[in-house]
Protein backbone atom coordinates (compact mmCIF):
# COMPACT_ATOMS: atom_id res chain seq x y z
CA UNK A 1 0.00 0.00 0.00
CA UNK A 2 1.19 3.07 -0.58
CA UNK A 3 2.63 5.84 1.61
CA UNK A 4 1.72 9.38 2.49
CA UNK A 5 4.97 11.96 3.32
CA UNK A 6 4.82 11.22 7.37
CA UNK A 7 4.49 7.73 6.54
CA UNK A 8 7.43 7.80 4.29
CA UNK A 9 9.51 9.78 6.51
CA UNK A 10 8.53 8.06 9.69
CA UNK A 11 8.97 4.78 8.52
CA UNK A 12 12.78 5.88 7.09
CA UNK A 13 13.87 7.25 10.60
CA UNK A 14 12.26 4.45 12.41
CA UNK A 15 13.33 1.47 10.01
CA UNK A 16 9.87 0.03 9.88
CA UNK A 17 7.11 -0.28 7.68
CA UNK A 18 4.92 2.27 9.42
CA UNK A 19 1.52 3.26 8.75
CA UNK A 20 -1.32 5.65 10.02
CA UNK A 21 -2.19 4.52 13.50
CA UNK A 22 1.09 2.46 14.65
CA UNK A 23 3.30 4.30 17.33
CA UNK A 24 6.90 3.79 16.17
CA UNK A 25 10.19 5.25 17.84
CA UNK A 26 12.44 7.09 15.28
CA UNK A 27 15.77 8.53 14.94
CA UNK A 28 15.19 12.69 15.32
CA UNK A 29 17.66 14.74 13.26
CA UNK A 30 17.27 17.52 14.97
CA UNK A 31 15.77 19.04 18.71
CA UNK A 32 15.04 22.57 19.53
CA UNK A 33 14.36 23.97 22.56
CA UNK A 34 13.85 27.38 23.29
CA UNK A 35 14.36 29.26 26.72
CA UNK A 36 10.90 28.65 28.24
CA UNK A 37 11.37 25.15 27.14
CA UNK A 38 14.80 24.71 27.53
CA UNK A 39 15.17 24.78 31.32
CA UNK A 40 12.77 22.05 32.17
CA UNK A 41 14.45 19.65 29.30
CA UNK A 42 18.35 20.66 30.79
CA UNK A 43 17.15 19.49 34.74
CA UNK A 44 15.67 16.59 33.66
CA UNK A 45 19.35 15.72 31.51
CA UNK A 46 21.23 16.64 34.73
CA UNK A 47 18.78 14.02 36.84
CA UNK A 48 19.76 11.60 34.44
CA UNK A 49 23.87 12.11 35.53
CA UNK A 50 24.34 10.52 31.82
CA UNK A 51 27.40 11.73 29.52
CA UNK A 52 25.14 11.09 26.21
CA UNK A 53 23.95 13.96 24.77
CA UNK A 54 23.64 14.46 21.05
CA UNK A 55 25.56 17.70 21.19
CA UNK A 56 25.57 18.18 17.16
CA UNK A 57 21.66 17.24 16.99
CA UNK A 58 20.09 19.63 19.72
CA UNK A 59 19.67 23.58 18.48
CA UNK A 60 18.99 26.14 21.61
CA UNK A 61 17.68 29.25 20.92
CA UNK A 62 16.42 31.82 22.88
CA UNK A 63 13.56 34.17 21.67
CA UNK A 64 10.50 34.27 23.90
CA UNK A 65 11.79 36.48 26.97
CA UNK A 66 14.66 37.67 25.25
CA UNK A 67 16.65 40.55 25.52
CA UNK A 68 15.79 39.39 28.99
CA UNK A 69 12.28 40.52 30.17
CA UNK A 70 12.78 40.94 33.90
CA UNK A 71 15.20 39.21 36.61
CA UNK A 72 13.02 35.78 36.62
CA UNK A 73 13.27 35.73 32.77
CA UNK A 74 17.05 36.88 33.07
CA UNK A 75 17.82 33.79 35.25
CA UNK A 76 16.39 31.61 33.14
CA UNK A 77 18.00 32.76 29.73
CA UNK A 78 21.34 32.37 31.90
CA UNK A 79 20.50 28.75 32.47
CA UNK A 80 20.30 27.83 29.04
CA UNK A 81 23.68 29.87 28.23
CA UNK A 82 24.98 27.97 31.08
CA UNK A 83 24.06 24.54 29.64
CA UNK A 84 25.65 25.52 26.53
CA UNK A 85 28.74 26.14 27.75
CA UNK A 86 29.03 23.39 30.02
CA UNK A 87 28.40 21.00 27.23
CA UNK A 88 29.77 22.34 25.00
CA UNK A 89 26.77 23.06 22.14
CA UNK A 90 27.75 24.86 19.54
CA UNK A 91 24.15 25.05 17.98
CA UNK A 92 23.62 28.28 20.65
CA UNK A 93 22.08 31.29 19.31
CA UNK A 94 22.52 34.55 21.30
CA UNK A 95 20.72 37.18 21.32
CA UNK A 96 21.68 39.50 18.34
CA UNK A 97 22.82 36.43 16.60
CA UNK A 98 19.76 34.60 15.88
CA UNK A 99 16.30 35.67 16.50
CA UNK A 100 12.58 33.52 16.68
CA UNK A 101 13.05 29.80 16.53
CA UNK A 102 11.60 28.58 13.51
CA UNK A 103 13.22 31.49 11.23
CA UNK A 104 16.57 31.11 12.77
CA UNK A 105 16.18 26.96 12.33
CA UNK A 106 15.40 27.74 8.43
CA UNK A 107 18.09 30.69 8.03
CA UNK A 108 20.62 27.97 9.47
CA UNK A 109 19.96 25.26 7.54
CA UNK A 110 18.40 22.94 10.15
CA UNK A 111 15.44 22.69 8.63
CA UNK A 112 15.53 20.75 5.38
CA UNK A 113 13.02 18.48 3.22
CA UNK A 114 12.81 14.89 4.39
CA UNK A 115 14.19 15.42 7.84
CA UNK A 116 12.58 15.05 11.14
CA UNK A 117 12.59 17.62 13.32
CA UNK A 118 11.17 18.37 17.08
CA UNK A 119 10.69 21.11 18.81
CA UNK A 120 9.64 22.16 22.24
CA UNK A 121 7.78 24.99 20.43
CA UNK A 122 4.10 24.08 19.12
CA UNK A 123 4.82 25.98 15.97
CA UNK A 124 7.98 23.52 15.28
CA UNK A 125 5.47 21.88 12.53
CA UNK A 126 6.62 25.42 10.40
CA UNK A 127 9.11 23.54 8.38
CA UNK A 128 6.64 21.51 6.76
CA UNK A 129 6.07 24.75 4.29
CA UNK A 130 9.83 23.01 3.19
CA UNK A 131 9.01 19.60 2.84
CA UNK A 132 10.12 18.46 6.44
CA UNK A 133 8.12 16.56 9.02
CA UNK A 134 8.57 18.63 11.81
CA UNK A 135 6.14 18.83 15.37
CA UNK A 136 6.22 20.38 18.67
CA UNK A 137 7.19 18.32 21.99
CA UNK A 138 7.20 18.95 25.38
CA UNK A 139 10.32 19.61 27.34
CA UNK A 140 10.98 16.52 28.79
CA UNK A 141 10.63 14.74 25.65
CA UNK A 142 12.85 16.91 24.40
CA UNK A 143 15.00 16.15 26.61
CA UNK A 144 14.63 11.78 26.30
CA UNK A 145 15.34 13.38 22.61
CA UNK A 146 18.85 14.66 22.90
CA UNK A 147 20.20 12.34 24.72
CA UNK A 148 18.90 9.36 23.36
CA UNK A 149 18.58 10.22 19.69
CA UNK A 150 15.46 9.06 19.58
CA UNK A 151 11.84 9.84 20.58
CA UNK A 152 8.12 8.11 19.96
CA UNK A 153 5.44 9.25 17.24
CA UNK A 154 2.30 7.84 16.81
CA UNK A 155 2.19 8.00 12.89
CA UNK A 156 -0.51 10.40 12.03
CA UNK A 157 -3.51 9.80 9.39
CA UNK A 158 -3.41 12.80 7.08
CA UNK A 159 -5.56 15.22 5.76
CA UNK A 160 -5.15 15.84 1.45
CA UNK A 161 -5.16 19.22 0.50
CA UNK A 162 -5.53 20.09 -3.27
CA UNK A 163 -4.77 23.52 -4.34
CA UNK A 164 -5.54 25.55 -7.33
CA UNK A 165 -5.72 28.56 -9.11
CA UNK A 166 -3.61 31.34 -7.63
CA UNK A 167 -4.32 34.02 -5.14
CA UNK A 168 -6.04 37.80 -6.27
CA UNK A 169 -6.88 40.67 -5.07
CA UNK A 170 -3.97 40.67 -2.24
CA UNK A 171 -4.72 37.64 -0.81
CA UNK A 172 -2.11 35.22 0.69
CA UNK A 173 -0.84 31.87 2.56
CA UNK A 174 -2.27 33.61 6.19
CA UNK A 175 -5.52 33.97 4.56
CA UNK A 176 -5.79 30.42 3.33
CA UNK A 177 -4.85 28.90 6.44
CA UNK A 178 -7.26 30.90 8.63
CA UNK A 179 -9.94 29.98 5.96
CA UNK A 180 -9.21 25.64 6.38
CA UNK A 181 -8.76 26.27 10.34
CA UNK A 182 -12.57 28.30 9.76
CA UNK A 183 -13.62 25.45 8.16
CA UNK A 184 -12.73 22.59 10.04
CA UNK A 185 -12.33 24.09 13.35
CA UNK A 186 -9.29 24.36 15.91
CA UNK A 187 -9.38 20.39 16.74
CA UNK A 188 -10.13 19.76 12.99
CA UNK A 189 -6.65 18.26 12.33
CA UNK A 190 -6.14 16.92 15.73
CA UNK A 191 -3.72 14.25 15.87
CA UNK A 192 -3.63 14.39 12.27
CA UNK A 193 -0.81 16.07 9.27
CA UNK A 194 -2.42 18.44 6.48
CA UNK A 195 -0.35 17.19 3.05
CA UNK A 196 -0.78 19.61 -0.18
CA UNK A 197 -1.43 18.71 -3.51
CA UNK A 198 -2.19 20.42 -6.60
CA UNK A 199 -0.95 22.94 -9.23
CA UNK A 200 -1.85 25.34 -6.84
CA UNK A 201 1.11 24.73 -4.95
CA UNK A 202 3.29 25.90 -7.84
CA UNK A 203 2.00 29.65 -7.42
CA UNK A 204 2.53 29.78 -3.81
CA UNK A 205 5.48 31.47 -2.19
CA UNK A 206 8.18 29.45 0.02
CA UNK A 207 7.63 32.20 2.91
CA UNK A 208 3.02 31.95 2.26
CA UNK A 209 4.04 27.80 2.66
CA UNK A 210 5.74 28.55 5.82
CA UNK A 211 3.14 30.60 7.02
CA UNK A 212 0.58 27.96 6.36
CA UNK A 213 2.27 25.25 7.63
CA UNK A 214 2.99 27.13 10.56
CA UNK A 215 -0.75 27.24 12.29
CA UNK A 216 -1.15 23.67 10.77
CA UNK A 217 -1.19 23.48 14.85
CA UNK A 218 -3.90 25.61 14.88
CA UNK A 219 -6.15 23.60 13.67
CA UNK A 220 -5.01 20.98 16.30
CA UNK A 221 -2.43 19.81 13.41
CA UNK A 222 1.00 17.77 13.98
CA UNK A 223 2.25 19.18 10.62
CA UNK A 224 1.51 20.56 7.66
CA UNK A 225 3.54 19.39 4.80
CA UNK A 226 4.47 20.75 1.00
CA UNK A 227 6.35 19.11 -1.31
CA UNK A 228 9.86 20.20 -2.36
CA UNK A 229 9.76 21.63 -5.78
CA UNK A 230 11.85 24.39 -7.54
CA UNK A 231 10.98 26.83 -5.42
CA UNK A 232 11.86 25.11 -2.26
CA UNK A 233 15.22 24.23 -3.78
CA UNK A 234 16.29 27.96 -4.71
CA UNK A 235 14.48 28.81 -1.02
CA UNK A 236 17.48 26.60 0.98
CA UNK A 237 19.85 26.23 -1.60
CA UNK A 238 22.72 28.86 0.10
CA UNK A 239 21.31 27.45 3.76
CA UNK A 240 20.65 23.99 4.57
CA UNK A 241 23.18 22.35 6.29
CA UNK A 242 24.49 18.34 5.06
CA UNK A 243 22.60 16.43 3.14
CA UNK A 244 18.84 16.46 2.55
CA UNK A 245 16.39 14.48 0.68
CA UNK A 246 12.82 15.32 -1.14
CA UNK A 247 9.56 12.82 -0.18
CA UNK A 248 7.09 12.58 -2.32
CA UNK A 249 3.79 10.63 -1.53
CA UNK A 250 2.56 8.15 -2.99
CA UNK A 251 0.10 7.68 -6.08
CA UNK A 252 -1.74 5.29 -4.27
CA UNK A 253 -1.63 6.58 -0.60
CA UNK A 254 -4.27 6.29 1.92
CA UNK A 255 -6.06 9.60 3.22
CA UNK A 256 -8.79 10.39 5.63
CA UNK A 257 -10.24 12.91 4.12
CA UNK A 258 -9.59 15.80 0.97
CA UNK A 259 -10.28 19.85 1.48
CA UNK A 260 -10.14 21.56 -2.12
CA UNK A 261 -9.48 25.13 -2.22
CA UNK A 262 -9.23 27.16 -5.59
CA UNK A 263 -7.10 30.02 -4.50
CA UNK A 264 -8.39 32.52 -6.88
CA UNK A 265 -11.23 32.09 -4.39
CA UNK A 266 -9.68 33.09 -1.39
CA UNK A 267 -10.31 36.51 -0.08
CA UNK A 268 -8.32 38.58 2.90
CA UNK A 269 -9.63 37.02 6.10
CA UNK A 270 -9.33 38.26 9.84
CA UNK A 271 -9.65 35.81 12.57
CA UNK A 272 -11.72 37.28 15.74
CA UNK A 273 -11.51 36.74 19.18
CA UNK A 274 -10.97 34.12 21.12
CA UNK A 275 -10.13 31.58 18.55
CA UNK A 276 -7.97 31.34 15.15
CA UNK A 277 -11.39 29.09 13.73
CA UNK A 278 -13.29 32.70 13.64
CA UNK A 279 -12.48 33.78 10.44
CA UNK A 280 -14.19 36.46 8.39
CA UNK A 281 -13.67 38.26 5.04
CA UNK A 282 -11.75 41.54 6.11
CA UNK A 283 -14.38 43.52 3.92
CA UNK A 284 -17.27 42.05 6.19
CA UNK A 285 -15.54 43.68 9.14
CA UNK A 286 -15.63 46.84 11.02
CA UNK A 287 -13.10 46.51 14.29
CA UNK A 288 -11.71 49.72 15.12
CA UNK A 289 -7.76 48.78 16.71
CA UNK A 290 -5.48 50.47 19.08
CA UNK A 291 -2.57 48.33 18.30
CA UNK A 292 -1.29 46.83 14.75
CA UNK A 293 1.43 44.02 15.29
CA UNK A 294 3.51 43.02 12.79
CA UNK A 295 6.23 40.13 13.56
CA UNK A 296 6.32 36.18 14.49
CA UNK A 297 7.23 32.78 13.48
CA UNK A 298 4.03 33.22 11.49
CA UNK A 299 4.27 36.73 9.31
CA UNK A 300 7.70 38.19 10.42
CA UNK A 301 10.00 36.88 7.52
CA UNK A 302 11.57 40.06 4.75
CA UNK A 303 8.69 39.24 2.62
CA UNK A 304 6.23 39.95 5.02
CA UNK A 305 8.31 43.19 5.86
CA UNK A 306 8.30 43.91 2.11
CA UNK A 307 4.67 43.48 1.19
CA UNK A 308 3.93 45.64 4.66
CA UNK A 309 6.11 48.74 3.84
CA UNK A 310 4.67 48.68 0.43
CA UNK A 311 1.11 48.78 1.47
CA UNK A 312 2.68 52.14 4.43
CA UNK A 313 4.79 53.84 2.01
CA UNK A 314 4.13 57.49 2.21
CA UNK A 315 1.50 57.29 4.43
CA UNK A 316 1.14 57.94 7.82
CA UNK A 317 -0.05 55.60 11.11
CA UNK A 318 -3.45 56.74 12.23
CA UNK A 319 -3.67 58.55 15.58
CA UNK A 320 -4.50 56.90 18.72
CA UNK A 321 -2.86 53.51 17.00
CA UNK A 322 0.60 51.96 17.66
CA UNK A 323 2.09 50.34 14.72
CA UNK A 324 4.77 47.68 15.85
CA UNK A 325 7.52 45.73 14.00
CA UNK A 326 9.27 42.51 14.97
CA UNK A 327 11.14 41.18 12.34
CA UNK A 328 11.58 37.27 13.30
CA UNK A 329 15.88 37.36 13.12
CA UNK A 330 18.79 39.46 12.84
CA UNK A 331 19.28 38.77 9.34
CA UNK A 332 15.25 40.30 8.30
CA UNK A 333 16.63 43.10 10.74
CA UNK A 334 19.50 43.99 8.52
CA UNK A 335 17.84 42.90 5.03
CA UNK A 336 14.84 45.59 6.10
CA UNK A 337 17.65 48.02 6.85
CA UNK A 338 19.62 47.36 3.30
CA UNK A 339 16.15 47.36 1.36
CA UNK A 340 15.22 50.52 2.91
CA UNK A 341 12.19 49.30 4.27
CA UNK A 342 13.18 49.96 7.74
CA UNK A 343 13.20 53.94 6.64
CA UNK A 344 9.94 53.25 5.00
CA UNK A 345 8.22 52.18 8.64
CA UNK A 346 10.36 55.12 10.74
CA UNK A 347 8.63 57.83 8.19
CA UNK A 348 5.31 56.37 8.72
CA UNK A 349 5.42 56.28 12.41
CA UNK A 350 5.91 52.84 13.58
CA UNK A 351 7.97 51.15 16.28
CA UNK A 352 10.39 48.57 14.99
CA UNK A 353 12.29 46.48 17.69
CA UNK A 354 14.99 43.57 16.82
CA UNK A 355 13.53 39.81 16.52
CA UNK A 356 11.65 38.19 19.89
CA UNK A 357 8.38 36.49 20.14
CA UNK A 358 7.85 39.64 22.44
CA UNK A 359 4.01 40.54 22.44
CA UNK A 360 3.01 37.33 20.52
CA UNK A 361 2.72 35.19 23.38
CA UNK A 362 1.88 38.30 25.74
CA UNK A 363 5.27 38.57 26.86
CA UNK A 364 6.22 41.68 26.56
CA UNK A 365 6.77 44.79 24.27
CA UNK A 366 3.18 45.37 23.07
CA UNK A 367 1.18 44.27 26.23
CA UNK A 368 -2.58 45.25 25.81
CA UNK A 369 -5.18 46.50 28.34
CA UNK A 370 -8.20 45.86 29.27
CA UNK A 371 -10.68 47.00 26.24
CA UNK A 372 -7.66 47.47 23.57
CA UNK A 373 -7.61 45.39 20.54
CA UNK A 374 -4.85 44.43 17.86
CA UNK A 375 -5.34 42.93 14.83
CA UNK A 376 -1.73 40.94 14.58
CA UNK A 377 0.35 38.73 11.41
CA UNK A 378 0.62 36.09 14.98
CA UNK A 379 -1.15 32.65 15.10
CA UNK A 380 -3.07 32.99 18.15
CA UNK A 381 -6.14 34.98 19.49
CA UNK A 382 -7.08 33.26 22.95
CA UNK A 383 -8.40 34.81 25.71
CA UNK A 384 -6.06 37.78 27.08
CA UNK A 385 -2.97 36.10 24.93
CA UNK A 386 -1.58 39.57 24.20
CA UNK A 387 -2.19 40.95 27.39
CA UNK A 388 -5.21 41.72 29.81
CA UNK A 389 -8.14 38.81 29.52
CA UNK A 390 -10.93 41.59 28.24
CA UNK A 391 -8.05 42.76 25.30
CA UNK A 392 -8.59 41.00 21.71
CA UNK A 393 -6.61 40.08 19.12
CA UNK A 394 -7.46 40.02 15.48
CA UNK A 395 -5.49 37.92 13.17
CA UNK A 396 -4.67 38.98 9.40
CA UNK A 397 -1.95 38.65 7.00
CA UNK A 398 0.94 41.01 6.69
CA UNK A 399 -0.61 43.81 4.05
CA UNK A 400 -3.91 43.96 6.31
CA UNK A 401 -2.13 44.30 9.22
CA UNK A 402 -0.40 47.55 7.42
CA UNK A 403 -3.44 48.66 5.87
CA UNK A 404 -5.32 48.53 9.01
CA UNK A 405 -2.27 50.66 11.24
CA UNK A 406 -2.73 53.44 8.61
CA UNK A 407 -6.87 53.38 8.70
CA UNK A 408 -6.96 53.13 12.51
CA UNK A 409 -9.16 49.98 11.84
CA UNK A 410 -9.13 46.48 10.23
CA UNK A 411 -9.07 46.90 6.29
CA UNK A 412 -7.45 45.10 3.34
CA UNK A 413 -4.87 47.94 1.36
CA UNK A 414 -7.38 48.31 -1.50
CA UNK A 415 -9.82 49.76 0.93
CA UNK A 416 -7.88 51.83 2.10
CA UNK A 417 -7.37 53.29 -1.05
CA UNK A 418 -10.91 54.41 -1.64
CA UNK A 419 -10.31 56.26 1.60
CA UNK B 1 -4.01 1.48 39.17
CA UNK B 2 -7.45 2.28 42.03
CA UNK B 3 -10.37 3.36 41.46
CA UNK B 4 -10.50 7.54 41.64
CA UNK B 5 -13.21 9.31 43.19
CA UNK B 6 -13.21 12.87 43.58
CA UNK B 7 -15.22 16.52 42.87
CA UNK B 8 -15.95 17.56 39.55
CA UNK B 9 -14.68 20.67 38.01
CA UNK B 10 -16.23 21.67 34.69
CA UNK B 11 -15.29 23.19 31.43
CA UNK B 12 -16.02 23.50 28.33
CA UNK B 13 -14.46 23.24 25.01
CA UNK B 14 -10.91 24.01 23.37
CA UNK B 15 -9.52 25.10 26.95
CA UNK B 16 -6.31 26.05 25.96
CA UNK B 17 -2.52 26.13 27.09
CA UNK B 18 -2.86 30.01 28.00
CA UNK B 19 -5.89 29.20 30.19
CA UNK B 20 -4.50 26.61 31.90
CA UNK B 21 -1.13 28.57 32.64
CA UNK B 22 -0.89 32.12 30.95
CA UNK B 23 2.56 32.62 29.14
CA UNK B 24 3.39 36.16 31.36
CA UNK B 25 3.74 33.24 34.06
CA UNK B 26 6.38 30.97 32.32
CA UNK B 27 9.50 33.39 33.10
CA UNK B 28 10.56 30.73 35.61
CA UNK B 29 11.49 27.23 35.31
CA UNK B 30 10.88 27.19 39.09
CA UNK B 31 8.11 25.60 39.53
CA UNK B 32 6.97 25.75 43.08
CA UNK B 33 4.19 28.16 42.80
CA UNK B 34 2.83 27.93 39.53
CA UNK B 35 -0.56 25.90 40.68
CA UNK B 36 -1.09 29.20 42.20
CA UNK B 37 -1.59 30.69 38.77
CA UNK B 38 -3.75 28.12 36.81
CA UNK B 39 -6.68 29.30 35.32
CA UNK B 40 -6.14 32.39 36.99
CA UNK B 41 -7.79 34.65 33.70
CA UNK B 42 -10.79 32.59 32.95
CA UNK B 43 -11.71 31.87 36.78
CA UNK B 44 -9.45 34.37 38.86
CA UNK B 45 -9.58 32.35 42.45
CA UNK B 46 -9.84 28.72 40.92
CA UNK B 47 -6.06 27.61 41.87
CA UNK B 48 -7.07 28.48 45.77
CA UNK B 49 -10.12 26.17 45.60
CA UNK B 50 -9.69 23.62 43.39
CA UNK B 51 -7.03 20.97 43.18
CA UNK B 52 -5.98 17.94 45.84
CA UNK B 53 -7.98 15.06 44.52
CA UNK B 54 -10.44 17.14 42.88
CA UNK B 55 -11.47 16.06 38.77
CA UNK B 56 -11.61 18.65 35.94
CA UNK B 57 -14.21 17.44 33.38
CA UNK B 58 -14.21 18.97 30.25
CA UNK B 59 -15.34 19.34 26.18
CA UNK B 60 -13.48 19.01 23.37
CA UNK B 61 -9.84 19.73 22.33
CA UNK B 62 -8.44 20.07 26.12
CA UNK B 63 -4.73 21.63 26.28
CA UNK B 64 -5.05 22.99 22.85
CA UNK B 65 -2.61 25.71 21.59
CA UNK B 66 1.34 25.94 23.14
CA UNK B 67 3.61 22.96 23.96
CA UNK B 68 4.16 24.45 27.28
CA UNK B 69 4.75 21.60 30.13
CA UNK B 70 4.11 24.15 32.47
CA UNK B 71 0.74 23.36 31.94
CA UNK B 72 0.04 19.13 32.94
CA UNK B 73 2.75 20.10 35.10
CA UNK B 74 1.02 23.08 37.45
CA UNK B 75 -2.23 20.61 36.98
CA UNK B 76 -0.19 17.67 38.43
CA UNK B 77 1.29 20.08 41.86
CA UNK B 78 -2.09 21.22 42.28
CA UNK B 79 -3.06 17.58 42.82
CA UNK B 80 -5.84 16.72 40.53
CA UNK B 81 -6.06 13.08 40.30
CA UNK B 82 -7.16 13.31 36.09
CA UNK B 83 -8.70 14.91 33.68
CA UNK B 84 -11.83 13.98 32.01
CA UNK B 85 -12.35 15.55 28.31
CA UNK B 86 -14.33 14.46 25.46
CA UNK B 87 -10.77 15.23 23.43
CA UNK B 88 -7.31 15.87 24.18
CA UNK B 89 -5.21 18.27 21.87
CA UNK B 90 -1.75 16.41 20.68
CA UNK B 91 0.96 18.07 22.29
CA UNK B 92 -0.79 18.71 25.87
CA UNK B 93 -2.04 14.34 25.17
CA UNK B 94 1.99 13.49 25.01
CA UNK B 95 3.09 15.63 27.67
CA UNK B 96 1.18 14.21 30.34
CA UNK B 97 1.53 10.42 29.08
CA UNK B 98 5.26 11.47 29.24
CA UNK B 99 5.31 12.94 33.08
CA UNK B 100 1.98 11.23 34.57
CA UNK B 101 -0.83 13.39 34.22
CA UNK B 102 -3.40 10.78 34.04
CA UNK B 103 -6.13 11.68 31.16
CA UNK B 104 -9.33 9.71 30.35
CA UNK B 105 -10.86 10.40 26.85
CA UNK B 106 -14.30 10.30 27.60
CA UNK B 107 -17.65 12.14 27.01
CA UNK B 108 -19.49 12.78 30.73
CA UNK B 109 -22.31 14.39 31.63
CA UNK B 110 -21.81 15.78 35.06
CA UNK B 111 -21.75 19.35 36.52
CA UNK B 112 -19.52 21.48 38.44
CA UNK B 113 -19.51 20.15 42.32
CA UNK B 114 -20.92 16.24 41.45
CA UNK B 115 -18.89 13.66 42.63
CA UNK B 116 -17.51 11.20 39.95
CA UNK B 117 -15.64 7.76 40.26
CA UNK B 118 -13.29 7.12 37.73
CA UNK B 119 -11.55 3.53 37.30
CA UNK B 120 -8.58 3.38 34.91
CA UNK B 121 -8.66 -0.21 34.75
CA UNK B 122 -11.74 -1.57 34.11
CA UNK B 123 -12.03 1.53 31.83
CA UNK B 124 -15.24 3.12 33.34
CA UNK B 125 -16.19 6.47 34.64
CA UNK B 126 -19.75 6.30 36.94
CA UNK B 127 -21.35 9.56 37.28
CA UNK B 128 -24.69 10.62 38.02
CA UNK B 129 -25.76 7.07 38.29
CA UNK B 130 -24.78 6.35 34.72
CA UNK B 131 -21.39 4.15 33.61
CA UNK B 132 -19.23 5.27 30.48
CA UNK B 133 -16.62 3.53 28.93
CA UNK B 134 -13.51 4.64 27.69
CA UNK B 135 -10.58 2.81 25.70
CA UNK B 136 -7.27 2.08 27.02
CA UNK B 137 -4.39 3.38 26.19
CA UNK B 138 -2.03 2.00 23.25
CA UNK B 139 0.37 -0.31 23.97
CA UNK B 140 3.51 1.62 24.22
CA UNK B 141 1.79 4.16 25.71
CA UNK B 142 0.27 1.88 27.93
CA UNK B 143 4.16 0.76 29.27
CA UNK B 144 5.34 3.81 29.43
CA UNK B 145 3.19 5.01 32.06
CA UNK B 146 3.46 1.40 33.81
CA UNK B 147 7.24 2.29 33.65
CA UNK B 148 6.23 5.66 35.65
CA UNK B 149 6.73 8.20 32.46
CA UNK B 150 9.21 8.31 29.69
CA UNK B 151 12.08 9.43 31.44
CA UNK B 152 12.17 6.09 33.23
CA UNK B 153 11.69 4.26 30.09
CA UNK B 154 15.37 6.31 28.80
CA UNK B 155 17.25 5.10 32.10
CA UNK B 156 16.06 2.16 31.78
CA UNK B 157 17.53 1.85 28.11
CA UNK B 158 14.44 0.99 26.63
CA UNK B 159 13.62 4.02 24.20
Redesign the interface.
Known amino acids: MGKTIAEKILSEKSGTDAYAGQ ?1 V ?1 ANVDYVMVND ?2 G ?2 AF ?2 YE ?2 KTKDLRKDRLVLIPD ?2 VPN ?2 I ?2 A ?2 AK ?1 MREFASKHGIKNYFEVGKGGVCHQVMIEEGFAAPGRLIVG ?3 H ?1 CTYGGINAFST ?6 A ?2 AF ?2 G ?3 F ?1 VPETIKVELTGRFVGGACGKDLIIKIITDIG ?2 GA ?2 KVFEFHGPGIANITVSDRLTISNMA ?1 EA ?1 G ?1 GGIFPCDRLTEEYIKDTAKGEWKAVEADGDAKYSSVLRYDLSKIVPMVAYPH ?1 PENGRPVKDSDVKIDQAYLGSCTNGRIEDMRIAADVVKGRKVADGVRFLVVPASQKVFRQMIDEGIMQTFLECGAFVSGPTCGAC ?3 YMGILAAGEKSVSSTN ?1 N ?4 MGD ?1 NSEVYLAGPAVVAASAVAGKIVTPEQLEGQ | MDKIEGKVWKFGD ?1 V ?1 T ?2 II ?3 R ?4 NLDHLNDFIFE ?2 RPGFAQQAGKGDIIVAG ?2 FG ?7 AP ?1 SLIESGFSCIVAE ?1 F ?3 FY ?2 SM ?2 GLLLIECKVDAEEGDVISVDPDKGEVEAGGKIYKFPQY ?4 SE ?1 VKAG ?3 N ?3 EGR ?1
Open positions: IVVTPIREKLHYKDLSEQEADSTGIGSTECATTRLWKVDNYIGKLLGGRFIGRK | NDDQPAELVSAKVKNCGSSREHLSARIRNNIPGFIMGLMLVKL
